[in-house]
């Protein structure tokens, strides 16, 4: 039965649970709107966790006259490292000149109008660099004599989506992770969304003014089976993946290479000890939850790498794969190369003749999820009661969970912390404020040894910060943990990880009907 009470209508249900999705929901729940959200599987488990980790314009974009995507990515920047900076920070790129590539003109001046049609105010310029007299010019081959450096930012991704999920729980948010959304029928000016649990089967059925289709790579999937049109979305899937490998140098800046093939690809320090390389581009048929690093891919990756780095890097290196999918809008792809497929976002608004409203999301940037959730918004509006919350734009003024300080404050929130509680190693209270910012202290509570925080998986992993992360984060599996809230799963041998996995679900079995609690106490059925 749906529920049907006036005052137990959802305004807005959402269908997925990665950045986009959970980006709205936030930004929905901050104005007012009741808001219901339904993820298959984990948040960001899907293309949100599998970027390359950057909050970026896109410098390769403009070749493509990509100008609005562009100029909009660069303003969120800055926006995004204010309101997360314990999850994002800045980074400088060196982009080595190629004398058989792109000339050095062009690369030029796509550096000088990447730095001035965004909002760049706090992030240094870029700068000609002398590859065989900087510390940076080091590791690459001879050959190599000058280049350009210029900034983008860091972002933890997927902790960037189970944050926004937080915030939008703290509000109000009824959030469901492990939850299929199985149908969705028009029913009295609104949608009747029938949900299942995947773990046990269960269903109930909710009834919401407006649906909105996040779905990803699944939008078709949703368009076909759950809102049963028989007109196929037009998306293009594209995938891209990514290699980890031992760290290759020493210096803590990034490179961006081209590839003779057009292609761009970055290699970033990750984690202090590793490297990371990615990304590929290929059209992608098959299922996406079962995408994963092809051999070629990983050839590929390595030999383009070693094509500018003294070191060569081989397939025997890799530590670890990971892939994702796009899901680009197709009328503006069709014929083309992945790489030339739009990034931008498209938005498909279905309300005609007053029928209850279905939004469908196609493509996206981690990095403009936040103005995305804006547009999704401005959309609906007409079609919805007043908002009675926040004014659009609040988004960029709130600090998400655990990024209540200043953009330079990582040192003094880990001195704080570590006058606080100093049995604990500095290295483990460095990794906390990175992840969790002020959060840490929840996670910590009132441990006043080593011993209060129960057991110790490896590399610093405990038992407080597993419940920590199923008590506010939604973790029910130790992937969960060890590669999406942490990347500890690179640290961990397969023993330590199996442990981590049973600890997790005996965890999430014993949270009272698995409620999520936040900081300030809201408990939200997962």
């Not at 298959?40 to 995507?69: M, P, V, W």
């Not at 093939?261 to 990750?270: A, L, T």
């Not at 069709?334 to 739009?342: F, K, L, P, V």
Request: hydrophobic content about 40%; proline content about 5%; overall charge neutral.
């Amino acid at each position: 039965m749906a529920i049907t009470p006036e005052d137990q209508i959802y305004d807005i249900a959402i269908i997925g649970g990665g950045i986009n999705g959970c980006g709205i929901a936030r930004d929905a729940t901050g104005r007012g709107r009741r808001v219901f959200l339904c993820e298959q599987n984990d948040l960001g488990s899907g293309t949100s966790s599998a970027s390359t980790k950057l909050i970026h314009g896109g410098l390769r974009y403009l070749e493509y006259y990509e100008f609005r995507l562009v100029r909009e990515a660069l303003r969120e920047r800055e926006v995004l490292w204010g309101i997360a900076p314990h999850i994002v920070w800045p980074l400088r790129f060196v982009l080595p000149y190629h004398d058989k590539l792109r000339p050095a003109w062009l690369l030029r001046l796509g550096l000088f109008l990447y730095d001035n049609i965004g909002g760049r105010n706090r992030l240094p310029p870029t700068r000609s660099v002398n590859l065989h007299t900087d510390v940076v010019g080091g590791p690459l081959k001879p050959e190599f004599a000058r280049g350009f450096e210029y900034s983008d930012c860091w972002v933890e991704d997927s902790r960037m989506v189970a944050l926004n999920a937080a915030a939008a729980a703290s509000m109000g948010a009824t959030i469901m992770t492990r939850t299929r959304c199985v149908s969705a029928e028009k029913h009295d000016g609104g949608w009747d969304v029938t949900v299942e649990s995947v773990e046990d089967g269960t269903r109930q059925t909710i009834r919401a003014r407006s649906l909105i289709n996040a779905a990803g790579p699944w939008v078709d999937s949703v368009v076909q089976k759950v809102v049963r049109d028989n007109n196929r979305a037009p998306v293009r899937l594209v995938q891209g993946s990514h290699i980890v490998v031992p760290r290759l140098y020493d210096h803590d800046q990034c490179y961006i290479f081209q590839n003779d093939d057009k292609r761009i690809f970055f290699v970033i320090p990750y984690e202090q000890d590793f490297t990371l390389i990615g990304t590929t581009d290929q059209d992608y048929t098959g299922d996406p939850a079962l995408v994963s690093a092809s051999a070629e891919e990983i050839a590929y990756l390595c030999r383009s790498t070693s094509d500018y780095l003294k070191q060569p890097v081989t397939p025997d290196m890799v530590c670890w794969t990971y892939s994702g999918v796009r899901p680009l809008y197709a009328e503006q792809a069709t014929g083309s190369a992945a790489q030339a497929a739009t990034r931008d976002y498209v938005l498909k608004l279905d309300a005609e003749n007053g029928a209850p409203p279905l939004l469908t999301i196609f493509g996206g940037k981690i990095t403009t999820y936040r103005r995305l959730a804006e547009a999704v918004l401005a959309k609906l509006d007409a079609h919805l009661p007043a908002a009675t919350g926040r004014k659009p734009g609040w988004t960029g003024k709130v600090a998400l969970p655990g990024g209540d300080f200043a953009r330079d404050g990582y040192e003094g929130q880990v001195a704080d912390l570590a006058r606080d509680y100093g049995f604990v190693p500095h290295k483990q209270l460095r990794r906390l404020v990175r992840l969790y910012g002020t959060r840490a202290r929840i996670l910590l509570g009132d441990a006043r040894s080593e011993a209060d925080l129960g057991r110790d998986f490896g590399a610093g992993l405990t038992q407080a910060e597993l419940r920590y992360l199923v008590r506010h984060e939604w973790a029910r599996t130790g992937d969960d943990v060890l590669w999406r809230r942490t990347k500890l799963g690179l640290r961990l041998d397969p023993v330590a990880r199996a442990a981590v996995d049973g600890a997790v679900r005996a965890l999430a079995d014993a949270e009272p009907e698995a409620t999520v609690r936040d900081a300030s106490g809201i408990e939200q059925k997962q």
